[in-house]
């Protein structure tokens, strides 16, 4: 009987120290009623409570738990500790009806701490409840006022918009909203698949406009191309013709210079009046070959080149020898009538029967009729 008491005693003596001794971990906070009204709040390390006189308030929780099979799942309870660190809401997705009336699924999650222990305890009932629900509305709203396209491509302006509501609203909570994030947006299905028929018909008008546009540009740099291909190969045809008129009159001119030079020095070399005889008959034995070189080409040369040549050459010479032939023929012995001299009649042919092939008068008469 004695040791039943002394062990019931000693129960009731480590139920005491229990409920009285309490040890805080770091970043966690206790809120401490005494006699059923708040009296102060538990910080970390070593605490103690009056047994029956004060207790700690707890409060509801929501975390996630995975079970054996790896599947997550949200677990609801309550602690006494609170927990000053960002926590992280995640509750499963919600549908939501946008503006222009289509379903989407909408999977939200909310970072958030507890900035006012007392005010999380005291000014609502259930923290993890009244966040999820206000959440839950607030992207309702919002989602509401917007069509589905620009609800696709709009989450930093959802995120901004939900984060500024959810923290005027738990402002009275004691609790400080980081940030809010949409994890996932879930159209209906045959949406999903008129977005994609949708998306592949614009990648396919995209890649349609950009063959057309890389095929006109690629046309107007190959006209370019040409015309400047043109361009400079007129430019360079006009400056070799141009070039090429230019050697020319120098060569003329260097030409011209070398004759007027050569014909100096002849005209210098030969007795004066000379040269003009000699550069026409130079010019007239160069044109003999190139009259021969064509087929077909008949040429008609003079009886006596020689004599052409010679009297060519010496026109002048027998312009004044005519009067030295007078004086001469004054000067010599008489001839015969019926002879003719070879110096004055310049044919060089004897006149007379016996030139005509030695016959008698009346046959050298009746030859002669």
């Given at each position: 009987?004695?040791?039943?008491?002394?062990?019931?005693?000693?129960?009731?003596?480590?139920?005491?120290?229990?409920?009285?001794?309490?040890?805080?971990?770091?970043?966690?906070?206790?809120?401490?009623?005494?006699?059923?009204?708040?009296?102060?709040i538990?910080?970390?390390?070593?605490?103690?409570?009056?047994?029956?006189?004060?207790?700690?308030?707890t409060?509801?929780?929501?975390?996630?738990?995975?079970?054996?099979?790896?599947?997550?799942?949200?677990?609801?309870?309550?602690?006494?500790?609170i927990?000053?660190?960002?926590?992280?809401l995640?509750?499963?997705?919600?549908?939501?009806?946008?503006?222009?009336?289509?379903?989407?699924?909408?999977?939200?999650v909310?970072?958030?701490?507890?900035?006012?222990?007392?005010?999380?305890?005291?000014?609502?009932?259930?923290?993890?409840?009244?966040?999820?629900?206000?959440?839950?509305?607030?992207?309702?709203?919002?989602?509401?006022?917007?069509?589905?396209?620009?609800?696709?491509?709009?989450?930093d302006?959802?995120?901004?918009?939900?984060?500024?509501?959810?923290?005027?609203?738990?402002?009275?909570?004691?609790?400080?909203?980081?940030?809010?994030?949409?994890?996932?947006?879930?159209?209906?299905?045959?949406?999903?698949?008129?977005?994609?028929?949708?998306?592949?018909?614009?990648?396919?008008?995209?890649?349609?406009?950009?063959?057309?546009?890389?095929?006109?540009?690629?046309?107007?740099?190959?006209?370019?191309?040409?015309?400047?291909?043109?361009?400079?190969?007129?430019?360079?045809?006009?400056?070799a013709?141009?070039?090429?008129?230019?050697?020319?009159?120098?060569?003329?001119?260097?030409?011209?210079?070398?004759?007027?030079?050569?014909?100096?020095?002849?005209?210098?070399?030969?007795?004066?009046?000379?040269?003009?005889?000699?550069?026409?008959?130079?010019?007239?034995?160069?044109?003999?070959?190139?009259?021969?070189?064509?087929?077909?080409?008949?040429?008609?040369?003079?009886?006596e080149a020689?004599?052409?040549?010679?009297?060519?050459?010496?026109?002048?010479?027998?312009?004044?020898?005519?009067?030295?032939?007078?004086?001469?023929?004054?000067?010599a012995?008489?001839?015969?009538?019926g002879?003719?001299?070879?110096?004055?009649?310049?044919?060089?042919y004897?006149?007379?029967?016996?030139?005509?092939?030695?016959?008698?008068?009346?046959?050298?008469?009746?030859?002669?009729?």
């Open positions: 009987m004695i040791a039943l008491a002394i062990a019931v005693a000693v129960a009731l003596v480590l139920i005491l120290v229990a409920s009285s001794v309490k040890i805080i971990g770091q970043a966690e906070v206790m809120v401490v009623e005494r006699l059923g009204r708040f009296d102060r538990a910080r970390s390390g070593l605490n103690l409570l009056v047994p029956f006189v004060e207790r700690p308030r409060i509801d929780v929501r975390y996630l738990e995975s079970d054996v099979a790896g599947v997550r799942k949200l677990v609801a309870g309550s602690t006494s500790r927990d000053l660190r960002e926590q992280v995640n509750f499963p997705s919600q549908p939501v009806i946008t503006k222009d009336n289509v379903t989407i699924d909408i999977d939200a909310l970072y958030y701490r507890i900035a006012d222990p007392q005010k999380a305890t005291y000014s609502v009932t259930n923290l993890p409840y009244a966040l999820e629900t206000l959440t839950r509305t607030t992207l309702r709203n919002i989602v509401g006022d917007m069509e589905l396209d620009a609800t696709l491509t709009s989450r302006v959802i995120n901004k918009k939900m984060r500024d509501v959810i923290e005027e609203a738990s402002i009275g909570w004691g609790v400080d909203v980081t940030r809010v994030e949409l994890q996932s947006i879930e159209p209906p299905r045959d949406i999903q698949q008129s977005m994609e028929l949708q998306m592949r018909a614009e990648r396919e008008r995209r890649a349609s406009v950009t063959n057309a546009e890389a095929g006109k540009r690629a046309a107007i740099l190959e006209s370019e191309g040409q015309r400047e291909s043109q361009v400079r190969k007129a430019e360079g045809e006009r400056d013709n141009v070039l090429r008129a230019q050697g020319m009159a120098e060569a003329r001119l260097a030409i011209a210079h070398a004759e007027a030079e050569a014909i100096g020095l002849i005209s210098a070399a030969l007795p004066e009046g000379q040269a003009a005889m000699y550069l026409l008959s130079l010019k007239y034995l160069e044109a003999l070959p190139l009259l021969t070189q064509g087929k077909g080409t008949t040429i008609f040369l003079p009886a020689s004599g052409v040549m010679g009297a060519l050459g010496g026109l002048r010479e027998m312009l004044s020898a005519t009067g030295h032939s007078r004086d001469e023929d004054s000067a012995p008489a001839r015969s009538p002879t003719r001299s070879a110096t004055s009649s310049g044919l060089g004897p006149s007379g029967p016996k030139a005509l092939g030695g016959g008698s008068d009346k046959g050298g008469s009746s030859s002669g009729s």
